[in-house]
């Protein structure tokens, strides 16, 4: 897990995945010179899908390495899976480990539009779907250990048994309150009200939430930890959601 900058080796490794599990992997944007992906499995359907992204920041590596390792890990199921993968939104960024786009513009707060060319695409492709699960994957700078925010909506809520998957491989985010706003024991669940991102635009997870998504969370690992730890923590979270997600199905 050396080159987690490198966008070339990022996509050759999903396309042999694509190639050993059946998924399709298409071309669904050109942003900063890059190819911007979506893997889809023929069992996705409008309704009850599994969105899973990562790579819209790109200073945050662990997130595009994790949903790969989760994926590699799965790679005899994923034809019966009904995901949506989208392995990084921002290749520009990840190969420069910056935030922003080429452009200096955070691709995190432009889905209420279709202004950028990524975003508009990630919006026409989802269109018509409504997913049971959908999972963004961050990292944070600042973050002293694993913390996630979920989208209050569905009953029960998953918050705590997600953070206690990630506690068994990093330490859980300490403070209490950060970026203006009270955790507990590294959980932010809140309700979304439309008017409030009016002027900040919309960020991925709100976009879902408001259009597409029962259940909508946003997962942070502490940038500053090693980078497998990060990686460990956020792929078990993902591989334990999304098994929460098709038990709800069959329940």
Known sequence: MTRPHDYRHLLQRWRVLARQSGLRMQRIATAGGY???ALRSPALRPEGGIYLSAGIHGDEPAATEALLTWA?????RLLRLPVLLFPCLNPWGL???RRSDETGRDLNRLFHEDAAPTIAAVRQLVRGHRFTLALQLHEDY??????LYEVQRAR???GEALLAVAARHIAIEPRIRFDGRVFRSGLMRRKVLRRNFT???YPEAIWLHLEHAERTFTLETPSEFALEQR???LAAVIAAAVEMALNEAVD
């Open 35 to 37: 190819g911007v992906f």
């Open 231 to 233: 990686v460990r923590a």
């Open 95 to 97: 190969v420069h480990n």
């Open 142 to 147: 600042d973050g002293q250990g694993f913390y």
């Open 199 to 201: 002027e900040m635009g």
């Open 156 to 158: 029960p809520y998953w």
């Open 72 to 76: 590699e890990a799965n790679a005899q």
